[in-house]
């Protein structure tokens, strides 16, 4: 149990468009989702944390209006990259957890290639 | 100070050797504490909780100081398939925060 599956795995853009990442947790309902994001040889720094038909929560220092996050149901939240450039290339994660439990279940990530 | 500090590494052990590696973190107030496994361009997995008593898995131990600010995680007879990054986790009212890792590479 406690699957979490991203859409798509991997991805190359050009510069200037719109990418969005889907984050499913398929066989739970997932209360809170949060997204992380990864640089080549770096820890996974957090961006933001969705709950289930509220605003996300950014972190200092993320754009809102650049990543747009959508978590419209408890097994779906989305990661919209817009107006991508090619230093938003990175790995996108996300993970999902269920209230009152602390464990995350993480996603398979997707890379992100911006050209 | 970072939130949550781990040696980056790379350590480089033997097969059948026992490493150790230590994560510290500065806010106090954290409830708890992980050990995941990341491998190469993979999302990481939970290894193992760590609890105030400390706990064992097979050959994977790990240890909590509150009063320091530090956990640990041990493991003995290392495997080559135990090479991986193994980030240290630190969570308090379900704000996770990632150590930047430590780079295990286990050799024949």
């Known amino acids: 149990g406690a699957v979490v599956s991203q859409h798509p795995s991997w991805v190359i853009c050009k510069s200037g468009t719109s990418v969005k990442i889907e984050c499913r947790s398929l066989?739970?309902?997932?209360?809170?989702m949060f997204w992380y994001r990864q640089f080549p040889k770096q820890s996974l720094m957090l961006m933001a944390t969705?709950?289930?038909?509220?605003?996300?929560?950014?972190e200092q220092g993320v754009e809102k209006d650049k990543f747009l996050i959508n978590h419209a149901s408890l097994t779906l939240s989305t990661l919209t990259v817009t107006s991508a450039h090619p230093e938003d290339s990175s790995f996108y994660i996300c993970?999902?957890?269920?209230?009152?439990?602390?464990?995350?279940?993480f996603g398979p990530g997707t890379r992100l290639t911006v050209t | 100070r970072k939130e949550v500090e781990q040696d980056p590494g790379p350590f480089n052990v033997p097969e059948g050797a026992t490493v150790a590696f230590n994560c510290t973190y500065s806010n106090s107030a954290s409830q708890s504490f992980f050990w995941y496994r990341q491998d190469c361009r993979k999302e990481p997995k939970l290894l193992m909780s760590?609890?105030?008593s400390g706990n064992e898995d097979g050959r994977f131990t790990a240890q909590l100081n509150r009063a320091s600010q530090y956990i640990s995680l041990l493991i003995r007879d290392s495997k080559l398939s135990d090479s991986a990054t193994y980030l240290c986790v630190v969570n308090g009212n379900n704000d996770m925060r990632f150590g930047a890792g430590t780079r295990l590479t286990v050799k024949p």
């Open positions: 760590v609890y105030s």
């Open positions: 066989d739970f309902q997932a209360t809170t």
């Open positions: 993970s999902a957890s269920v209230l009152g439990l602390e464990e995350q279940y």
């Open positions: 969705s709950n289930e038909g509220s605003k996300a929560t950014y």
